[in-house]
């Protein structure tokens, strides 16, 4: 019997991304049958489906306790979700980055401040020796939330910290300028295996990579090395994942770890189909190793 599978979206874009597209059509060829169906919609019978892939749920950083009871329940009635639930509950909060710290990945610096603490932005800047920083709320879609400030801008963007505070903890980094002067690095993995890679590189005058403020891509091979590197990260995680976007910057020759991506990252398919059939084999074999 051919499987069915349902690639979660959200609310304001209930069909299918056009990056999606392209992987919907892989694995259409491999016999799978693929729908778009809204996380949030009560109506869905997910039990109904072989797999479910988080490919589009953009909005669970507005809802996140909502998420999660999703989340669980489909762990509860047997779903098979890609990545694996207990991934994403993990990768959701960005504190994993000090996790991942400890275990030896490189990241970019990160001084943390825990939700409802009362921290003045100024003086994690002194204390760092930061003159310009990057301010994150450690649950965050799209760069939601995140702001650029400075030595002199800290005390005027106290506010902002304390409504992001109100809501999560915060990450505060410094300002990495190879983003802006080399770009920021994509890996992305399927099944572990490297796939395909890119640079990122942000708008004149932004901080932000993201194509909704303006950065611009481009497909890049990366050295060996930097495969490596990108790998050692995944190696220091529980479980495999079915799919993961490492995206880092180099720095002196490191690459430097921002986020791991393992819940709805874009795939950066762009119509390449062999790598559209890469994620599509990983998805099945996913399905293979855990039959309903």
């Known amino acids: 019997m051919n499987p069915r599978i349902a690639f979660a979206t959200f609310e304001k874009m209930p069909v299918l991304d056009p990056d999606d597209v392209v992987a919907a059509a892989a694995l259409q060829a491999r016999g799978a049958a693929v729908e778009a169906a809204v996380w949030s919609d009560s109506r869905v019978r997910w039990r109904d489906f072989d797999a479910v892939a988080l490919r589009s749920t953009w909005d669970y950083h507005h809802r996140p306790t909502e998420f999660v009871a999703w989340l669980q ?6 779903v098979h979700v890609c990545n694996p639930v207990e991934t994403v509950l993990w990768n959701m909060d960005k504190r994993y980055l000090l996790e991942l710290s400890a275990k030896g990945v490189p990241i970019v610096p990160t001084r943390w401040i825990e939700q409802g603490e009362n921290a003045s932005l100024d003086d994690v800047l002194r204390e760092q020796g930061w003159s310009n920083a990057v301010v994150k709320p450690a649950v965050s879609v799209n760069s939601f939330g995140t702001f650029r400030t400075s030595l002199a801008e800290a005390p005027k963007r106290q506010l902002e910290l304390g409504r992001l505070l109100e809501e999560s903890g ?27 890679a ?95």
């Open 170 to 196: 915060v990450l505060v980094q410094p300002f990495v300028r190879e983003i802006v002067d080399d770009g920021e690095w994509s890996l992305l993995f399927f099944d572990g295996e490297f796939s395909h």
């Open 198 to 292: 890119l640079v990122k590189r942000p708008a004149q005058n932004d901080f932000r990579t993201q194509s909704n403020f303006g950065g611009k891509h481009t497909r890049t091979a990366p050295s060996e090395s930097l495969v490596r590197q990108g790998r050692s990260v995944l190696d220091a995680i529980l479980a495999r994942p079915v799919y993961a976007r490492v995206d880092g910057v180099v720095v002196g020759g490191q690459f430097q770890l921002m986020e791991l991506e393992l819940i709805e990252p874009s795939l950066y398919l762009d119509g390449d189909v062999a790598a559209a059939e890469r994620f599509a084999g990983a998805l099945l074999q996913s399905m293979r190793e855990h039959p309903r």
């Open 73 to 78: 329940g489909l762990a509860a009635d047997g």
